[in-house]
């Protein structure tokens, strides 16, 4: 979204570098966790999900590392393109009275530097 | 092309004169919800609707309106919109709720609503 990057934290990364994001999460009942990427005047993607019997699971490119012991989720990309810059939440689904909740982090932006 | 749309894309209306914005998919999917994103908050679930007819509140409904009376469509309404409700807007769609199996939700472009 447009002004929907300020007060995010920015990771500058070099074209062709790999890139980790972090992400803590806040509930320690999440089962089920969600990376999505958003770019600029654009709604956001789903990138990769993971659930929390698993700590790692790998997709094109990216890979999602999850620690349930620290309430820790991270989003690796492999050699970075200027495609790839973009704002990244991650997401955290739990199961809550009413029904799976979905809670959305605060984001981080990517800037790739060619 | 499997899509959620939104309309309008851009709104800028007045304290107290309802509006709706509208939001279809096209991949039959039963789960949709409302999201608004402003900066420092992230994106915060509005409405969601579990299938046609059943609707329930998410996090920050208050002042916000939804209806599900056709599995493609998933209007939101703002009945005396308000200047706290400048926002920009998110309709999402997946087969199943998160957590679920089949969980990939698709996100509209988004609805850039300012109310003066």
Known sequence: GENVGLHLPTLSVQEGDNSIINCAYSNSASDYFIWYKQESGKGPQFIIDIRSNMDKRQGQRVTVLLNKTVKHLSLQIAATQPGDSAVYFCAESWRGAAGNKLTFGGGTRVLVKP | ?116
């Open chain 2, 1 to 116: 092309e499997a899509q959620v749309t939104q309309n309008p894309r851009y709104l800028i209306t007045v304290t107290g004169k309802k509006l709706t914005v509208t939001c279809s998919q096209n991949m039959n999917h039963e789960y949709m919800s409302w999201y608004r994103q402003d900066p420092g908050l992230g994106l915060r679930q509005i409405y969601y609707s579990m299938n046609v007819e059943v609707t329930d509140k998410g996090d920050v409904p208050e002042g916000y309106k939804v209806s599900r009376k056709e599995k493609r469509n998933f209007p939101l309404i703002l009945e005396s919109p308000s200047p706290n409700q400048t926002s920009l807007y998110f309709c999402a769609s997946s087969l199943s709720p998160p957590g679920l199996s089949s969980y990939e939700q698709y996100f509209g472009p988004g609805t850039r609503l300012t109310v003066t």
